[in-house]
């Protein structure tokens, strides 16, 4: 698929100023989030499971001690006030030790959160994760009820991510969204989950589209048209004109998928850049280390029980950091966006580190221009 229509010289000069100051970030590379594997356990059978998780798994556990000792590392070389550590799995919850996990992050310091479905958040339990220091907390919900359940595989699920969604609104000191997977089933009523997210009292919902990989590879329901991709673009781009103007206090954005040519500043608050091994870094659920949960293909750096993850943090991470070797692969050896897209997102490359969908695939040297 091609988005791409014509943009200003406006806009281009604006993308190059930003592509400068990521390469700067990039030099430094300051780490502001690490996320953290912490199980491949799950309540739910979620048919686009990226980890193709399950309720019981040959995988076991990380032990907290394991995780906490590789934090450990940083201390010495960073401010753990400016560290985000996000907890995902799995499913986080199904953990008997999160909270004594997440009050050992903030007694170090760090600032932390989870990834959650929500059917174990009840009150004890968001009460419970506060009162350990949790400050962020995003949540799924990807339908309305008959398309949540089928998406989750579990039926009730849509009615406890309500129950919790009801609970989050009644907090307050907690920064917190809801995410929505979009995909064929249920992109004909974004508009209908827009009423029922603001009658709720929801301020913030992210869209995500889905990629092929993980069980949704095999599931051509996961994966939206090129038509409803624009679609879908047009519908956020609206909700944050809206927003803008003071006519909905939902705020609407799009996840991290990609260079969306037209479309950059009109469907997130700012210019794309991944930044996955440059700011954001991952210990996985086997102690892999390497960047954000969302890189399936094998671009791990070091492992914690053999490496020092400062130290992997300072001196690998080069095949994210230096994405030239991206250039040569198609289809980014002849486009002209290269220098605002720079290959895309890692999380969009497979495991012969090709491009599985790109949103400017073919874009010629007039595109992209005016």
Same mark, same amino acid.
């Given at each position: 698929?091609?988005?791409?229509?014509?943009?200003?010289?406006?806009?281009?000069?604006?993308?190059?100023?930003?592509?400068?100051?990521?390469?700067?970030?990039?030099?430094?590379?300051?780490?502001?989030?690490?996320?953290?594997?912490?199980?491949?356990?799950?309540?739910?059978?979620?048919?686009?499971?990226?980890?193709?998780?399950?309720?019981?798994?040959?995988?076991?556990?990380?032990?907290?001690?394991?995780?906490?000792?590789?934090?450990?590392?940083?201390?010495?070389?960073?401010?753990?006030?400016?560290?985000?550590?996000?907890?995902?799995?799995?499913?986080?919850?199904?953990?008997?030790?999160?909270?004594?996990?997440?009050?050992?992050?903030?007694?170090?310091?760090?600032?932390?959160?989870?990834?959650?479905?929500?059917?174990?958040?009840?009150?004890?339990?968001?009460?419970?994760?506060?009162?350990?220091?949790?400050?962020? $907390?995003?949540?799924?919900?990807?339908?309305? &009820?008959? @398309? %949540?359940?089928?998406? /989750?595989?579990?039926?009730? =699920? +849509?009615?406890?991510?309500?129950?919790?969604?009801?609970?989050?609104?009644?907090?307050?000191?907690?920064?917190?969204?809801?995410?929505?997977?979009?995909?064929?089933?249920?992109?004909?009523?974004?508009?209908?989950?827009?009423?029922?997210?603001?009658?709720?009292?929801?301020?913030?919902?992210?869209?995500?589209?889905?990629?092929?990989?993980?069980?949704?590879?095999?599931?051509?329901?996961?994966?939206?048209?090129?038509?409803?991709?624009?679609? $879908?673009?047009?519908?956020?781009?609206?909700? &944050?004109? @809206? %927003?803008?103007?003071? /006519?909905?206090?939902?705020? =609407? +954005?799009?996840?991290?998928?990609?260079?969306?040519?037209?479309?950059?500043?009109?469907?997130?608050?700012?210019?794309?850049?991944?930044?996955?091994?440059?700011?954001?870094?991952?210990?996985?659920?086997?102690?892999?280390?390497?960047?954000?949960?969302?890189?399936?293909?094998?671009?791990?750096?070091?492992?914690?029980?053999?490496?020092?993850?400062?130290?992997?943090?300072?001196?690998?991470?080069?095949?994210?950091?230096?994405?030239?070797?991206?250039?040569?692969?198609?289809?980014?050896?002849?486009?002209?966006?290269?220098?605002?897209?720079?290959?895309?997102?890692?999380?969009?490359?497979?495991?012969?580190?090709?491009?599985?969908?790109?949103?400017?695939?073919?874009?010629?040297?007039?595109?992209?221009?005016?």
């Amino acid at each position: 698929m091609n988005i791409i229509t014509h943009f200003g010289w406006r806009q281009r000069l604006q993308m190059s100023l930003y592509r400068r100051m990521c390469r700067n970030r990039t030099k430094i590379h300051p780490m502001r989030q690490l996320f953290w594997e912490c199980t491949l356990r799950c309540n739910l059978h979620c048919r686009h499971c990226g980890s193709d998780c399950k309720t019981t798994t040959l995988c076991p556990d990380m032990p907290a001690e394991d995780f906490l000792r590789a934090v450990d590392t940083l201390l010495p070389h960073v401010d753990p006030h400016q560290i985000m550590v996000v907890i995902t799995g799995g499913e986080p919850l199904v953990r008997a030790d999160l909270a004594e996990v997440g009050r050992a992050l903030r007694d170090r310091g760090f600032s932390w959160g989870i990834v959650t479905n929500g059917w174990l958040l009840d009150e004890q339990k968001l009460r419970e994760l506060l009162a350990a220091g949790m400050l962020s $907390l995003t949540i799924s919900l990807d339908g309305l &009820r008959d @398309d %949540h359940d089928w998406m /989750r595989g579990r039926e009730g =699920c +849509y009615d406890r991510a309500i129950r919790a969604i009801r609970l989050l609104c009644r907090t307050r000191g907690l920064t917190w969204d809801v995410d929505t997977c979009v995909t064929r089933r249920n992109y004909p009523h974004l508009e209908k989950m827009r009423q029922v997210l603001l009658a709720e009292g929801v301020k913030n919902w992210r869209l995500l589209t889905v990629f092929p990989m993980g069980r949704a590879a095999s599931d051509p329901e996961m994966i939206i048209t090129d038509e409803e991709f624009e679609g $879908l673009m047009q519908f956020i781009a609206q909700q &944050r004109a @809206d %927003h803008e103007a003071g /006519r909905t206090p939902l705020l =609407c +954005y799009y996840g991290c998928e990609g260079f969306l040519g037209e479309y950059e500043r009109k469907v997130r608050p700012h210019f794309y850049h991944c930044d996955a091994g440059i700011s954001v870094a991952s210990v996985l659920i086997d102690g892999s280390i390497s960047a954000c949960t969302s890189v399936r293909s094998d671009y791990h750096q070091g492992n914690i029980y053999r490496d020092n993850l400062w130290q992997v943090w300072q001196e690998r991470f080069q095949v994210f950091r230096d994405r030239s070797w991206m250039r040569k692969l198609e289809p980014c050896s002849d486009c002209k966006l290269w220098q605002y897209c720079e290959g895309g997102g890692m999380h969009q490359r497979g495991a012969d580190n090709r491009l599985m969908i790109c949103r400017c695939q073919g874009v010629n040297s007039k595109e992209g221009e005016s």
